[in-house]
């Protein structure tokens, strides 16, 4: 069974007992491994939030880290989506260092994660089937290329109008060894993870194929016997994609006693889903920040003993978007945030503050100053995630800065948006159109 937690939602210490099940020796253990794990803050009323998203395994029991802007818990879809939305993401983008400590980077040996390598290695297996290994063996008449010399060697040849007729011929073919030790060492593997991951498929959350080729690995030998046998294999083996499947069985052997502590931590996500946020809009969104970056101005600075002049980094806004078709121009700014307000409208809750609020003013003003946009509408916004009902909900304006328009407050349909993000795909154009009609609506 699984257990759900949600992202920063503050958790007592009864309740965490209840949720996962736990005594009181177990909770404090738990609590040590998420402290060494960086996801467990201590509030100052005694409860306990995690920032985290995504699964965590600990004792052989799965817990599922919700985004902190759903409600409840999220149905399955949602569920696979946030998995299917890391292994992508894992995958297309730059990750920061303490992303790749709990997404995994299959291109790189030193930053491998248990999740994504049972990901590939059982969906590697599925489309390409066991590691196999050719031999070269000569027979009589075979399909396979002619051994001339051999041949020639040691067949009698017959002269038919002077010409030498070999009626046996050598030929070379290539057969794959079944018995191959690293064959069966796949096959370990391959059932290892499949029974690792049997919790999370027969709940829906992963629907990879039960496999089992009944293999024991005392049948094989040792672990360290084994990975010296994998490390052989890789010396000797040039293909990239063969390499890839020794590496990824090298780290799963290597990592298997650890998995079986009874301590033991998997982590598949992100502490930082906010950068997961703006890199998935970035994309989604086909922000053009490439294109305009040079002509940002830079600050300069003057040193009175020589009066040279320096320049150093500038201002760096999330999105920036042209849209010449409807004559706007988008300047946005990615938040994960629940901003709400109250009933009466007269609280706002969660909201950005004054830096981020002035800063996208000067975003603004930086790109109005470089840009000639003649006839254009320019658009300030505050992009941030919903469950619910996408669209512009309200807006926030400094008043000492009425030159320029309020940065509209625009919640984001996240499901969508991960869903153009998993398949490579980009908001259509009328994204736009409809917030310029909706402004224009709201502004008369």
């Not at 260092?97 to 390598?117: A, C, H, P, Q, W």
């Not at 000569?138 to 010399?149: A, K, R, S, V």
């Not at 990879?208 to 294999?233: A, K, R, T």
């Not at 926030?396 to 328009?405: A, D, N, Q, T």
Request: glycine share 4%; aromatic share 16%.
């Amino acid at each position: 069974m699984i257990a759900y937690l949600k992202e920063w939602q503050a958790y007592t210490e009864s309740e965490l007992m209840t949720i996962l099940r736990l005594d009181i020796e177990q909770l404090a253990e738990f609590k040590r491994r998420m402290r060494e794990m960086k996801i467990l803050e201590q509030n100052e009323d005694s409860t306990y939030s995690f920032k985290f998203v995504g699964l965590l395994e600990y004792n052989n029991q799965f817990v599922f880290f919700i985004p902190k802007y759903i409600t409840g818990i999220p149905d399955l879809y949602n569920q696979r989506q946030l998995i299917d939305l890391f292994l992508a993401y894992s995958k297309r983008e730059n990750l920061l260092s303490s992303e790749k400590e709990t997404l995994g980077n299959m291109e790189e040996e030193s930053e491998f994660e248990l999740f994504s390598v049972i990901d590939f290695l059982l969906t590697d297996y599925l489309e390409n089937g066991l590691y196999t290994n050719e031999k070269t063996e000569t027979i009589i008449n075979g399909e396979g290329e002619i051994g001339w010399n051999k041949t020639i060697e040691e067949q009698d040849a017959f002269l038919i109008q002077e010409t030498p007729i070999y009626f046996d011929l050598f030929t070379n073919e290539s057969l794959n060894d079944e018995t191959y030790i690293i064959r069966q060492i796949h096959q370990y593997v391959l059932s290892q993870c499949s029974s690792y991951m049997e919790q999370l498929v027969n709940i829906g959350l992963f629907d990879y194929p039960s496999v089992d080729f009944d293999i024991e690995i005392d049948e094989l030998g040792s672990v360290d016997y084994l990975l010296y046998v994998i490390e052989n294999e890789m010396q000797q083996q040039f293909y990239d994609h063969k390499l890839k499947v020794l590496r990824g069985l090298f780290y799963f052997l290597s990592k298997e006693n650890g998995i079986e502590a009874e301590d033991s931590v998997q982590l598949f996500g992100t502490r930082t889903f906010h950068v997961v946020w703006e890199k998935v809009c970035s994309f989604v969104l086909g922000n053009q920040y490439d294109q305009y970056k040079e002509r940002i101005p830079k600050p300069q600075w003057t040193g009175f003993v020589t009066e040279e002049m320096a320049e150093t980094d500038t201002l760096i806004p999330d999105l920036i978007v042209d849209q010449p078709k409807i004559q706007s121009f988008f300047v946005m700014d990615v938040k994960y945030y629940n901003t709400s307000f109250s009933t009466s409208g007269k609280s706002v809750f969660h909201n950005p503050g004054i830096g981020d609020v002035s800063k996208q003013y000067l975003y603004e003003k930086a790109l109005r100053s470089v840009l000639t946009l003649q006839g254009y509408n320019w658009y300030n916004i505050f992009l941030m995630p919903t469950e619910d009902e996408e669209g512009i909900f309200g807006k926030v304006e400094l008043p000492f800065m009425s030159e320029f328009h309020p940065i509209y407050l625009q919640r984001l349909d996240a499901a969508k948006v991960f869903d153009y993000y998993i398949k490579s795909e980009i908001y259509p154009d009328d994204f736009y159109e409809g917030i310029q009609v909706v402004l224009r609506d709201k502004n008369g």
